[in-house]
């Protein structure tokens, strides 16, 4: 469906209601992921992971964004850390790009 604008609208409102909802902040990190404003989904990502530091998913997540700006050391060092942290490592090895 595509419907980023209202996502963003509703993350920037659950974020603002808690800024400390690491859900909120990773989904809208990914959204702007989707949406290619890199800058802004690592922002967001890199708050996530200051508030959740084992949080598999927005590693990955992090991690996918890395690999679209290009940046493919970060890219490799994140997929590394959500490994370590997986423990059965399939989420973090197998995780669709």
């Given at each position: 469906?595509?419907?980023?604008?209202?996502?963003?609208?509703?993350?920037?409102?659950?974020?603002?209601?808690?800024?400390?909802?690491?859900?909120?902040?990773?989904?809208?990190?990914?959204?702007?992921?989707?949406?290619?404003?890199?800058?802004?989904?690592l922002a967001d990502y890199n708050?996530?992971?200051e508030l959740d530091p084992s949080?598999?998913?927005?590693?990955?997540?992090?991690?996918?964004?890395?690999?679209?700006?290009?940046?493919?050391?970060?890219?490799?060092?994140?997929?590394?850390?959500?490994?370590?942290?997986?423990?059965?490592?399939?989420?973090?090895?197998?995780?669709p790009s």
């Amino acid at each position: 469906m595509q419907r980023y604008d209202e996502a963003l609208a509703d993350y920037n409102r659950a974020i603002e209601l808690d800024p400390s909802n690491a859900w909120a902040i990773t989904s809208r990190g990914q959204t702007y992921r989707m949406m290619h404003p890199y800058d802004e989904a690592l922002a967001d990502y890199n708050r996530a992971i200051e508030l959740d530091p084992s949080d598999v998913f927005t590693i990955i997540g992090r991690s996918q964004t890395y690999r679209a700006m290009r940046r493919y050391g970060k890219a490799l060092a994140d997929l590394r850390r959500a490994a370590k942290l997986d423990p059965d490592k399939t989420r973090a090895i197998l995780h669709p790009s």
